[in-house]
């Protein structure tokens, strides 16, 4: 048996995973999308909200706000579809701000203090590896696949790609909607995992350390969120509680240094090809 302290650990951690990989889907077409962020804000309200206040049944609430941040993020899609990265990038910080200042005027939903006592989901840790691991081995497919390809031709020329018969709108549309969804698995893991939600929850702070995530881990394969979210959550647990109060500057720092010094992250293209060569050479010589 875990320990509350070490469960509550790997929740968090696979909370930060998803949305980590929530940020590099889109980014894999060449969009800086933010929305996975208000997506859990959204998802987590909602299954708090329908679950405590309206008394539906905890699953129902769970699956309930996965499909609400979808269905949010796929509405605005179709506004935010045609923008190009660094005006897609402004428009959803813009909208993270929204929902944030949204969030702390509405009294029903706590205000400023958000919303706490909110029931507990049973096997909320099996759920989460089973989540983290789903979509492990779908953005790996994804990565080797004709859709991949496409991504990457998307992400290098948005109008060649265009000219080429890829409907870029489209795929757009339904990057950002799996990415919002995404986004919405994270917020309600997270809500009822710690029982409460608050504004300031999913705001630039977790911005800033998802993107760190996404470009010192590698923002060209779905592996470096794995080894990263892990790795950065840990590193500044164990600093003093003096130091720890200046964990964004951390954050901040550690990605202006790997984007200064390794453009393209710690897992790049080139290491796991290296890494499949040498299991399969591994895996011929036991043969």
């Not at 800086?32 to 909200?49: K, R, S, V």
């Not at 990057?175 to 409460?196: E, K, P, R």
């Amino acid at each position: 048996m875990l320990s509350l302290y070490a469960e509550n650990l790997l929740l968090t951690v696979g909370v930060f995973i998803i949305l980590a990989w929530a940020c590099y889907l889109p980014l894999l077409g060449g969009q800086l999308f933010n929305g996975p962020i208000y997506c859990a804000a959204l998802a987590g309200y909602f299954a708090a909200y329908t679950t405590k206040t309206l008394g539906w049944p905890v699953p129902l609430g769970f699956f309930g706000g996965i499909a609400f941040a979808g269905l949010v993020s796929y509405g605005l899609a179709f506004f935010l579809a045609p923008l190009t990265m660094f005006q897609m990038s402004v428009v959803t910080i813009a909208l993270i701000f929204i929902f944030q200042t949204t969030f702390r005027n509405l009294e029903f939903l706590g205000g400023v203090t958000g919303m706490s006592g909110i029931p507990s989901l049973d096997h909320l840790l099996p759920i989460t590896l089973l989540a983290v691991l789903v979509f492990l081995v779908l953005l790996s497919r994804l990565y080797k696949s004709r859709w991949g390809r496409a991504l990457e031709a998307v992400e290098v020329d948005r109008e060649v790609s265009a000219a080429m018969g890829v409907d870029v709108n489209k795929m757009s549309q339904v990057l950002q909607t799996v990415s919002g969804a995404m986004g919405g698995l994270a917020g309600v893991i997270y809500a009822f995992n710690l029982g409460t939600i608050h504004p300031d929850v999913f705001g630039f702070g977790q911005l800033l350390y998802c993107f760190t995530i996404v470009f010192v881990g590698g923002r060209f394969t779905p592996y470096g969120p794995l080894l990263m979210a892990p790795v950065l959550w840990l590193i500044p647990e164990f600093f003093p509680s003096a130091i720890a109060e200046f964990r964004n500057i951390f954050f901040g720092a550690i990605i202006i240094v790997s984007l200064l010094t390794m453009p393209k992250g710690v897992i790049t293209k080139r290491v796991v090809a290296r890494v499949e060569n040498r299991l399969k050479g591994l895996a011929g010589r036991r043969a």
